[in-house]
């Protein structure tokens, strides 16, 4: 028996779907928008940008921005008691 592949975009067809009217480019000022420490974050996968995405478990997420790093900001998030911390480029983040 073959063991099935597990990669880091595996069972994400659905949720990394881009919807038809949102389909081509995504807008250069979401690559270039900033965030101060301490702002609240959304996490919103963007598919079409694979540079800097982080987890599929983490979509969705609210977290607060702790740091830059590079291009990056660290956000930190609450799963469940854990603390986690991202390292997610501003493509895949909103303002939350």
């Known amino acids: ?3 099935r592949s597990k990669g880091l975009r595996s ?8 919807r038809p009217r949102d389909r081509g480019l995504s807008p250069i000022t979401r690559s ?3 965030f101060d420490e301490g702002e609240s974050v959304n996490i919103v996968i ?3 940008v694979h540079k800097g995405m982080p987890h599929i478990r983490f979509h ?3 977290g607060k921005v702790q740091g830059k790093q590079g291009n990056a900001y ?3 998030i609450t799963v469940g008691n854990k603390k ?3 390292v ?3 493509e895949h983040l909103r303002r939350g």
């Open 11 to 18: 069972k994400s067809r659905h949720i990394l779907r881009i």
């Open 46 to 48: 963007d598919p079409s």
């Open 74 to 76: 660290i956000v930190g």
């Open 1 to 3: 028996m073959v063991k």
């Open 32 to 34: 270039l928008q900033t």
């Open 84 to 86: 986690k911390t991202l």
């Open 88 to 90: 997610v480029r501003p």
């Open 60 to 62: 969705g997420y609210t």
